[in-house]
């Protein structure tokens, strides 16, 4: 029997993020007697722990950069060093994060692999710091990965895009999890007394990224039209408590449920009847395309990659454009005769199928 294939993923935690989902996706779909991934964080306690260490995962625990570059850039060459690691992947949204893959070669790594998973870096500063040295990403991976052209662009430049040098892995799904189901539907409706509402859902970080405070305005124009909306709100983050806090003074807490992080994403997508969602900019939205393959209606903010469009539900607003345009459109849509089982053949036509995005990322990595 062949030695396991290890892959070393780098990034800063194991949380419920959408670039930490997707890994998850495929490693609970390789082949582990062939293959197995392991990942190095800063975060001591993470979303996933159990689940990969019961999947025969290693979890390495390393100092941010900020905090200690030199222990940092250590730690990655030891782990890589006395591991034996060949493959080794780094998970960035900043140029700067190449510095890990270096680390890995020092370390002896072999197959040095870079996934972009965002179409920006946040800040003002960060986006400075990313573009002094886009350079990086272009040369020192020996293999470019990006769930849309938008965020291969951003990362790689246009060049390597347009040359061939970077491969696009879609975000893929579990279709048997995420295909509509009325019975779902109808338990998790009732399971939280939702049966006569109009439930519109929301799943992200509360974050700035995510824009929480407009998303939070929209609902309230959809709350005057429609007095049975109810909004499903699904995350964490740091500006959590400063949204309760809008919602409460807009009197809206009667109809905002804040669930938390959960593991039944799909069946609460499935209870919901359109998904809100006007991020300021995204890589690929992994949520986007579980709504779509439940058959929500999407209504995005047009900042997000036209990409993300793999059904015809997906529909894109100006983020400029004013709160009566996005409750106007979120009601029309909702209202909208879709056909919801008819989507997830929609989704594995479209090579959104997780076993087959697995069986590329294999072909990709270790091959």
């Avoid at 793999?310 to 607003?317: G, P, S």
Wanted: hydrophobic residues 40%.
């Amino acid at each position: 029997m062949s030695e396991v294939k290890r892959l070393l993923c780098i990034l800063s935690n194991m949380n419920t993020g959408g670039a930490e989902t997707f890994l998850m996706k495929l490693y609970r779909n390789l082949d582990k007697n062939k293959y197995q991934m392991d990942f190095c964080v800063n975060s001591k306690k993470n979303f996933y722990d159990d689940e990969i260490k019961n999947m025969g995962g290693r979890i390495y625990t390393i100092p941010t950069k900020s905090e200690s570059p030199i222990k940092s850039f250590c730690g990655i060459k030891n782990i890589v060093k006395e591991n034996k690691y060949q493959y080794v992947m780094r998970i960035n949204e900043h140029s700067l994060s190449v510095i890990d893959l270096l680390a890995a070669k020092a370390g002896g790594a072999k197959r040095l692999i870079m996934r972009s998973s965002n179409a920006s870096s946040g800040s003002k500063k960060s986006i400075i710091l990313h573009k002094l040295f886009k350079f990086l990403p272009m040369y020192i991976p020996d293999v470019k990965i990006a769930p849309s052209k938008l965020a291969a662009e951003y990362t790689f430049g246009k060049k390597a895009v347009n040359t061939g040098k970077v491969i696009i892995l879609y975000n893929g799904v579990d279709i048997d999890l995420f295909k509509f189901n009325d019975d779902i539907r109808n338990l998790y409706r009732k399971k939280f007394k939702l049966e006569d509402k109009l439930v519109i859902g929301h799943i992200g970080r509360f974050n700035e990224q995510k824009n929480h405070k407009f998303l939070i305005s929209v609902f309230k124009k959809i709350r005057e039209k429609q007095n049975n909306a109810v909004l499903m709100l699904i995350g964490e983050g740091n500006l959590e408590q400063e949204i309760k806090k809008q919602v409460k003074e807009l009197s809206l807490s009667d109809s905002v449920l804040f669930l938390g992080v959960r593991k039944d994403i799909s069946q609460l997508l499935l209870a919901m009847d359109g998904f809100l969602f006007p991020s300021f900019y995204e890589g690929m939205p992994n949520t986007v395309i579980e709504a779509q393959t439940t058959g929500l209606p999407c209504i995005v903010s047009d900042t997000i990659t036209r990409e993300a469009t793999v059904t015809n539900n997906v529909y894109f607003l100006p983020l400029n454009s004013n709160v009566n345009e996005w409750s106007e459109v979120v009601i029309n849509c909702i209202k909208t005769n879709i056909d919801r089982k008819a989507t997830a053949n929609v989704m594995i036509q479209k090579g959104y199928d997780i076993k087959k995005c697995t069986e590329k990322f294999v072909a990709i990595v270790f091959d």
